[in-house]
């Protein structure tokens, strides 16, 4: 155990260059640098040590340069990547943190980072849950789950609900929102295991393996004869060209995030849009950034549901800051089934 | 002039069968029919003459067959068109029509049409505006200029809106609300003569020749440095891609039409929907049946402007029902200037 004041080494994963295409692991590098275990005198950054670290599709737009204004910026090459992560304070200069604080938010991707701004972050209090479920249920993913089903959906009970990428982070907690709410729920993930945890462990009415399906178009129409009222959009490209298709009049389309596109240099084209018109659809883009004043409430929402087993949680987790970048990417494969974790360190 | 009880002709246009690709003048049909000038004894049907009948894009998805559910069903091969019109009551068996009155609303594409359900029409009460407006800027495409602007856009005083099809039935109007409440305002139309009816004659702030730029991208960016806040969108397809590019975050995108692609068998592909999720923007389609219910507030709001002439309103006339066709096709060359208008009879 490092102590206070000791210079140590500090492994981190870097960035080596913008990446275009499909993600390699090789475009990140696994680097060890030294950290001395303090605050500079007079400084009020807070040294945290890293526990968990967050996988999250969005991290892919910011391994190019993107012209996204208002979001989140480009990673820089050469320099360790950031993401969502729980950490736990080692020393602090700012009066709002002191040691064995813990704290979700973002991070770097390293055993120890010093942080100059962490009036970003949030204080986690002691609960019995897993300290993990703060890069997923209890942190970023939990809040876009909560905010683009409740405030962007406009759900009511006994609407028809479909979600893609549905056993990811976000995916798995919008179903189960859907059920809370009486809504018909269905599904699609990327294989046969995945479909038998929608429908097995999340409570989806129905879920298929759209890898199995050669006409998107009718297998939404075998689980939505009567068309989709709420579409949870995690995907983008050729889903989304179906739901289109598939949606009623009225219906509403919340575009969380387009993983499917994310890779492609040329994104594909969506050919359906004139249903958008006809069908008066609304299709909002969100973000969870603007909806972090509603994490109090909730978090007193969610850690209720947890705690009477009405709402469960699956995450895939690997060992080891090195195993980190493969971990990454394997959200573009689909390997993880269920919310990827990165453990750094158990506190 | 034909009298009350006698057996006249009735010149009709006919739909020969149903359309794909560019519609032509030859797809539809001029004939002939007779029709007793009398509403049946006992039916509570009533007789108009048409006056004046509206070219609408939308006409041109009741061409085929389509599965837009909750929307205005595709035309009858073989039988006459219908379309929104001006329309004299001739004759009625129903309690709030007589002999006389001036109403708008869906009739035929004929001389005279016994309506059996007339609840839907608008009465027109006397004026001094044109009777010519009721397609128009008094009918059904002013009512979406102004559902679409101040319902569905959130509009707010100083923000960059973006008008395509912008020197069109609805296109004009949104645009002149837009700068009655303070909005920079740029319109792009298909003719040089368009962009300065737009600039001169409805106040744009600025418009360009979509068909003269190479790259909409770029021309988008030379009018809207700093983005859009709201785009109107009559066009979709490319324009709509570009548009996505330049908006800026929390912009909105009402959908009114799409008529780029109507005539199209397989619709543009629209790529940069990424967009959506990255800058939040809203897209959220409208049709103004679902607004009907604001037509009066929309009346006392559009008529006081037009008589202090702060609103003016541009209309392309085509003399005689057998000019219709060729009328209702040059919408999708871009043929008119302004609001297309078939004269069917002056009273």
């Keep these: 155990m490092a102590k206070l004041g000791e210079e140590v080494s500090n492994k981190q994963i870097i960035l080596r260059d913008y990446v275009s295409g499909f993600p390699k692991v090789s475009d990140m590098a696994f680097k060890t640098s030294t950290i001395r275990l303090q605050v500079p005198q007079g400084s009020k950054a807070v040294l945290f040590k890293n526990l968990y670290l967050s996988c999250d599709p969005y991290m892919r737009t ?17 320099s360790v990547i950031s993401g969502y992560g729980v950490a736990k304070v080692l020393d602090s200069g700012h009066p709002d943190f002191k040691e064995g604080d ?24 002691p609960t019995d849950v ?8 209890l942190g970023m993913p939990g809040m876009s789950a909560y905010a683009g ?26 179903g189960q929102f859907a ?14 295991h995945k479909v038998e945890l929608l429908k097995n462990k999340f409570g989806f009415d129905e879920a298929f393996n759209y890898k199995e399906e050669n006409n998107l178009d009718a297998a939404l129409k075998r689980y939505f004869p ?26 509403r389309i919340a575009a969380c995030g387009m993983i499917s596109q994310y890779n492609l240099e040329q994104p594909e084209g969506v050919h359906n849009l004139v249903s958008v018109v006809f ?12 909806y972090f004043h509603l994490y ?52």
């Design 296 to 347: 109090p409430q909730f978090l007193d929402f969610i850690m209720k549901y947890i705690k009477e087993g009405k709402i469960v949680y699956v995450e895939d987790t690997v060992e080891g800051l090195e195993n980190g970048p493969a971990a990454l990417i394997g959200l573009f494969t689909g390997r993880n089934v269920g919310k990827q974790v990165v453990v750094v360190a158990r506190e």
């Design 62 to 78: 910011r391994m190019k340069k993107h012209e996204f204004p208002n979001y989140v910026p480009p990673f820089t090459p050469g």
């Design 149 to 174: 089903f409740y405030e962007v959906c406009s759900p009511k009970k006994g609407e028809c609900v479909f979600v893609s990428a549905a056993s990811g982070a976000v995916g798995q907690l919008v």
């Design 102 to 125: 813990l704290v979700w938010g973002m991070t770097g991707w390293e055993e120890y980072s010093l942080i100059t701004k962490p009036e970003t972050l949030f204080k986690i209090q």
């Design 130 to 137: 897993p300290l993990s479920y703060y890069t997923g249920i």
């Design 279 to 290: 069908k008066r659809i609304r299709m909002q883009g969100f973000l969870v950034f603007d």
């Design 179 to 192: 059920k809370l709410m009486g809504c018909y729920v269905v599904g699609s993930a990327g294989s046969n």
């Design 226 to 251: 009567k068309g989709i009222d709420i579409y949870f959009e995690n995907v983008g490209g050729k889903m989304l060209d179906a739901v289109l298709l598939n949606m009623k009049v009225h219906g």
